[in-house]
């Protein structure tokens, strides 16, 4: 049935839960835009032979007409279809720079394909100067904080950092008092978690 | 009006809806699985999915029947106990196809139907929501159609977000998308060398 495998597409997107990412099915997006090459020639031959018959093609309502009106109406659906698959997946990237930084982990960045990476670098590097010219970091504090400092136990070998004005040592299994702002980016990638008595 | 990109409403619009041509259509022969020429016969009955039926219909060339879903059967079963009838299985969009299709057919019945079956369905979820443990998906789930678990989803989450404001503790998270890889990565580790 034409538009089927673009709907396909879509449903293996509905099924994912919201805000993961499966990788990026380029085999059936490129099966999908031979879909569409082949409507459009479908469609174009259907034209011409209302062309050759010398009908004018405004106002023939024939088969071919039909024809020609079902091949452009599944070449829609296709196009329609292949946006939203793109567009979803832009979302989440876009909220990935808020949520995991400016790089990316390897098991991530498997899933993109190659125009996805260009959007989120682009994405990332308009952040980053609308950032610098505000000369405010938008990704902190994005829960809004009860205190400037909290505790937090280190999950992960860090090694050494320098916070603010002085470095500092961050082993594994270790707490620390820090500045909120500081230890945020570290919880959301998970090296991080915040201590509770 | 839903989106353009919105998925659920191309989903949606997948579902098949049987109509009968009014015209002949060339080179089309794939809809039509009886047809041994690639065309489609004036008059001959097809199932297309509703993105295509409902164009075709604007330009009359088809016409719609009423879906099974909407059948006199289902009604009956509504009636009887609305709660326990399993509208997945007829059709996931139930209620989002009932609205499209009430004005491409001549049943002007289905509004008030999809009203009742809402109404009569809505009680029972809102309770269960609310009710609901949290890691096991209660099995009356499967009955929804799409839009019902959506809203049961809603209510489930927003009773979670409740009890864990109520209770206090960590509101700062490892971003979600990293937690589900670290559990592939585990496994993964004692194979490599």
Known sequence: MYGRRASQLLRELACSETGQLTAFNSDAFDQVIKECNEHNLQLQSLIRKIEDENLDIQTTRNEDHFGAVIHHLSLIRNKRCLMAYMYNRAETIQSLRWKVGPVLPQEIQEKLNYSEEECFKNHSAAIQSYMSELDLDLTVDMVPPKDPYIRVRVLDDIGEVCLGDHSISLTKHSLHFLRRTDAEPFISQGMMEEFLE | ?193
Request: charged content about 25%; glycine content about 6%; overall charge positive.
């Open chain 2, 1 to 193: 009006m839903p989106g353009y990109y919105d998925i659920d409403d191309i989903i949606m619009e997948e579902e098949p809806i049987s109509v009968v041509f009014q015209v002949g259509a060339h080179g089309v022969g794939l809809l039509d699985p009886g047809s041994e020429t690639n065309n489609v016969e004036n008059g001959a009955k097809v199932d297309l999915p509703f993105w295509l039926a409902h164009e075709l219909y604007l330009r009359q060339a088809v016409s719609i029947s009423v879906p099974a879903c909407f059948s006199q059967k289902t009604r009956k079963e509504i009636q009887a106990d609305a709660a326990c009838v399993d509208l997945r299985i007829r059709c996931p969009y139930f209620y989002e196809l009932g609205c499209k299709i009430v004005p491409l057919v001549s049943d002007k019945s289905i509004g008030s139907f999809l009203h009742y079956a809402f109404t009569g369905r809505y009680k029972e979820i809102l309770s269960k929501s609310h009710s609901a443990s949290v890691v096991t998906v209660p099995k009356f789930s499967t009955r929804l159609t799409k839009e019902e678990s959506q809203l049961f989803e809603a209510a489930r989450s927003s009773m979670l977000a409740f009890k864990k404001w109520r209770l206090g503790g960590s509101r700062l998270e490892k971003a979600s998308i990293l937690g589900r890889k670290r559990k592939t990565t585990i496994p993964a580790c004692p194979s490599t060398p």
